[in-house]
């Protein structure tokens, strides 16, 4: 019975070059969205891979990818239990690594109304526009020397997160007896290192069982660590009631609703701020500035508009974002051409389905490859070409031609806070500097990542030049 139901499956094409046991792991090669996209163009788009004993299927246009997001979308809604899911995701407990559920609806609604909503963006505003005006202070003391942006913007999206978590302020700190910053900073270098990897345990249960490399027990022993720490902070703010953080308020939420607002749906949602809300909004920056510094006219451009709608007597405030809608082009051809999250996050179906006219068995991963949808030729005129000005159109393409935070009920629920501190970072970047390369070659733009976030390979490295009429209102 079983073989007669196998044969009758119309799986997605696979590459020939299976191995006994390993499948096609040995065609894992980072960064994986060039892989798959190389794939796809042998094997057409939607095809399917054998991970050691898993099914993955890769998915590269916006038919398909809106038919995984629509039809398919709770279906689909699922993540794969992957040990990094399981130590850095509370269990499987969090937001991002818990599959479709009661609890991760519970969590999705408490995110929206007491995280990401209009008002509590709003509430910490104050928060973002301090962080970058302390970033804007950093670039300034360089002088005319060499800038490296990616620690500031790391500086400045950690803080920010920590801020609205705990009204900590832990990172560019320079007094280095703060043990308590030092200590979650290192603590938060080596869970990055973590989410960094691809663990061939999580496709090979063999190796799994044996504990491939001492995986497992270094992530479990760091995560302990991390959840000490979070627990830590917890008790502080429990003891010292009235702040206005979001830990504050979670709990005084508690108090009413304690079978709902536990500890650990309140741990989990901080490390799950702090895992996603952070290096994806700093590397978004980073390629901004980068593709720009090889696009002089481009920044003029932009510059003109602010200094137009702005003026130069006072910095550009997030309320000015909507009004600077050639500063929102630049962000969304930065988007396209560099979703921080090119592979989105890993999708498993809870079923049966169909996608493109394909079987997909219950328990495949689903893979959506937005940074091939974004480059396709046969959507996007010139699709190599970083042109902001395609986005100026009345009627500017959108999902599922273009989706950097994901499509659906498991889409990002951070976009409205990655807008605003991606706006008013790169906003302010090129309202108070004039920018130049720091040589005549074009800045290298390969991408260098091998997790879940792609950075630029090389960290961006330019020169700036304070302008004099807005030096007084960043100092
Ligand atoms: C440039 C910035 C960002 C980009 C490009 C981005 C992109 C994404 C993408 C593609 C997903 C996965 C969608 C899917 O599974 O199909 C995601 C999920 C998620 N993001 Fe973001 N994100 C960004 C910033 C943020 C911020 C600032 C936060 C919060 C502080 C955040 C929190 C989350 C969470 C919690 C999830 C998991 C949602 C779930 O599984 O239900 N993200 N993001």
């Known amino acids: 019975n079983y073989c007669v139901r196998r044969e009758k499956r119309n799986i997605p094409p696979s590459p020939s070059n299976r191995l006994p046991l390993l499948g096609h792991l040995h065609l894992m090669k ?38 995984c997001f629509t039809k398919n979308d709770v279906v689909l809604a699922n993540r794969p239990k992957f ?6 995701g509370y269990n499987y407990m969090s937001i991002v690594a818990a599959s479709y559920s009661d609890h991760w609806r519970n969590l999705r609604r408490i995110t929206t109304l007491e995280v990401f909503s209009g008002a509590r963006l709003n509430s910490f505003q104050s928060i973002r526009a301090d962080e970058v005006r302390l970033m ?34 832990y990172f560019g700190v320079e007094d280095n007896d703060n043990e308590e910053a030092r200590e979650f900073r290192d603590l938060l270098k ?46 502080e703010h429990r003891s010292k009631k009235g702040g206005s953080t979001m830990l504050d308020h979670l709990l005084s939420l508690q108090e009413s609703e304690p079978e709902i607002y536990t500890d650990l749906v309140i741990k989990s949602i ?83 389905c169909k996608i493109a006219g394909y079987d997909i068995p219950r328990g495949t991963i689903v893979q959506v490859n937005t940074w091939a949808i974004h480059r396709d030729p046969s959507i996007w005129d010139d699709p190599e070409t970083f042109k902001p000005e395609r986005f100026v159109a009345t009627n500017p393409p959108r999902a599922p031609q273009l989706l950097p935070f994901g499509m659906g009920r498991r889409a ?12 008013l970072a790169l906003g302010s970047l090129l309202q108070c500097f004039d920018w130049e390369r720091v040589d005549e070659k074009l800045v290298d733009l390969t991408d260098g990542n ?11 490295e330019a020169r700036s030049k304070a302008r004099p009429s807005h030096e007084a209102l960043y100092v």
């Open 30 to 67: 980072f960064p994986l969205h060039r892989t798959y996209h190389d794939l796809s163009q042998k094997l057409g788009p939607i095809f399917s891979l054998h991970f050691g004993s898993r099914l993955l299927v890769v998915v590269s246009t916006p038919a398909a990818a809106e038919e």
């Open 83 to 88: 040990l990094s899911a399981k130590y850095m």
């Open 136 to 169: 804007l202070g950093s670039v300034a003391r360089r002088g005319s020397a060499v800038v490296e942006l990616r620690p500031l913007l790391s500086i400045l999206t950690f803080n920010n997160i920590m801020r609205m978590i705990a009204g900590k302020r």
């Open 190 to 235: 080596d869970v990055f290192k973590f989410t960094g990897v691809a663990n061939p345990g999580d496709f090979m249960p063999l190796l799994r069982w044996i504990d491939y490399k001492n995986f497992e027990k270094n992530l479990s022993a760091l995560t302990e660590k991390i959840d000490v720490f979070l627990q830590r902070l917890i008790e």
């Open 270 to 352: 901080m490390l799950s701020m702090l895992l996603a809300g952070t290096d994806t909004s700093s590397a978004t920056v980073e390629w901004a500035m980068s593709v720009l510094l090889n696009h002089p006219d481009i920044i003029v451009k932009a510059r003109e508009e602010i200094d137009r709608v702005i003026g130069t007597d006072r910095l550009l405030h997030e309320t000015d974002l909507p009004n600077l809608p050639y500063l929102q082009s630049i962000i969304t051809e930065t988007f396209r051409l560099f979703p921080a999250t090119p592979l989105l996050i890993q999708h498993e179906a809870s079923a049966d």
């Open 412 to 423: 990002c629920p951070g976009n409205a806070l990655a807008q605003r501190v991606v706006g």
């Open 450 to 460: 091998v997790g879940v976030t792609i950075s630029k390979l090389v960290p961006l």
